[in-house]
Structures are given as structure tokens and as C-alpha cells.
């Protein structure tokens, strides 16, 4: 995410854009994967701490109860 994160922050300093009519900020773009990085980074956090809570407490259970089997 950091590299991520850099790269739309040189893009917006720059005003890197498109020369033929195209997307004037390319920073919108470039800033959009670590964007969406940080909440898929929170809720695999979440679901980690969850595990390990119930594997601390010994109550293991199927987590993913409502899938068909």
C-alpha cells in the first residue's frame, strides 16, 4: 500500500494527466487500489483477531455456518 499511496501522491504533485482529452487526473486512478486495499487489510485484521479469539477461548466453531454444504 505504501508504494501505492506513492504513486498517486507523485501523480497528483505532478498533474499527471492525459494529452489527448482523456482522464485529467490520473491521481484519481493511481489512488483508488490502495484505497480499496485498506478495508480488504481491516477485515482480513477482523476476521485474524476473530480466530484468534475463539482459539484462545477454545470455542472453535464454523465460522462460515450459513455456506450450503
Known amino acids: ?8 501522491a507523485v501523480a497528483f504533485r505532478t498533474g499527471e494527466g492525459s494529452n489527448q482529452g482523456g482522464l485529467t487526473a490520473h491521481w484519481l486512478i493511481k489512488g483508488a487500489l490502495p484505497a480499496a486495499f485498506a478495508p480488504l487489510g481491516a477485515g482480513a485484521l477482523l476476521r485474524a483477531g476473530m480466530v484468534l479469539n475463539a482459539l484462545l477461548r477454545g470455542r472453535l466453531v464454523d465460522l462460515d455456518a450459513d455456506h450450503d454444504r
Request: hydrophobic fraction near 40%; proline fraction near 0%.
Open 1 to 8: 500500500m505504501r508504494y501505492g499511496s506513492d504513486f498517486a
